[in-house]
């Protein structure tokens, strides 16, 4: 089945980087794109921002452009995402996500979830 | 402050009906699809609704939703307690290029 497994918690200080991936299976992975979004404690959804499968292009939010690194290994089939001057704000759950409708100029869809990658920013 | 407004908590009976708004602008939901999501405490967001009205295969068909001019809706009838959980809508904001999501509503199943 189609799964997306994120890798395990993290605890940062402030001002370091995080790393974090999203192993997909179950789908050709070329053929979609993966996004990025993020949840702090009690808050809303927040997208980052995503990668199309087969080109590798990105697109960020621009609150996060300049801190916020989207690659992709293909033949891992592995997405990752990078965010760098981590401070206590950037606290939550961070979740990969693929493109339901595979891979468009914008986004439409998020139709498989992973279980989410909680990252801790604590001094 | 969300670009898309949602009722921060909606609740109803057992076997009742409910719907949840979304409202937005017209360089969002008055331009493109809206998706809807369901989160249980704890889990992962999953995808409720799609391209404003299409339910994924495995979505019971209590759940609909529609969408008109800046607003859509979503619509859970027989409602269950497992069905206590918060509700997102999403959209792509062509003014701002990005995705945004409401604020979420908090389903309350008396």
């Known amino acids: 089945q189609v799964q997306l497994v994120q890798s395990g918690a993290e605890v940062k200080k402030p001002g370091a980087s995080v790393k974090v991936s999203c192993k997909a299976s179950g789908y050709t992975f070329t053929a979609y794109a993966v996004h990025w979004v993020r949840q702090a404690p009690g808050q809303r959804l927040e997208w980052m921002g995503w990668?199309?499968?087969?080109?590798?292009?990105?697109k960020y939010s621009q609150k996060f452009q300049g801190r916020v690194t989207v690659t992709r290994h293909t033949s891992a089939r592995t997405v990752y995402m990078q965010l760098s001057s981590l401070r206590s704000e950037d606290t939550a759950v961070y979740y990969c996500?693929?493109?339901?409708?595979?891979?468009?100029?914008?986004?439409?869809?998020?139709?498989?979830w992973g279980e989410g990658t909680t990252v801790t920013v604590s001094s | 402050q969300s670009v898309l407004t949602q009722p921060p908590s909606v609740s109803a009976a057992p076997g009742q009906k409910v719907t949840i708004s979304c409202s937005g602008s017209?360089?969002?939901?008055?331009?493109?699809?809206v998706s809807w999501y369901q989160q249980l405490p704890g889990t992962a967001p999953k995808l409720l609704i799609y391209?404003?009205?299409q339910r994924p295969s495995g979505i019971p068909d209590r759940f609909s939703a529609s969408s008109s001019g800046t607003s859509a809706t979503l619509g859970i009838t027989g409602l269950q307690t497992g069905d206590e959980a918060d509700y997102y809508c999403a959209t792509w904001d062509s003014s701002l290029s990005i995705e945004v999501f409401g604020g979420g509503t908090k389903l309350t199943v008396l």
């Open positions: 996500a693929r493109e339901g409708s595979g891979q468009h100029p914008v986004p439409y869809y998020m139709d498989v």
């Open positions: 391209d404003n009205d």
């Open positions: 990668i199309q499968g087969d080109t590798g292009k990105t």
């Open positions: 017209s360089s969002n939901i008055g331009k493109n699809f």
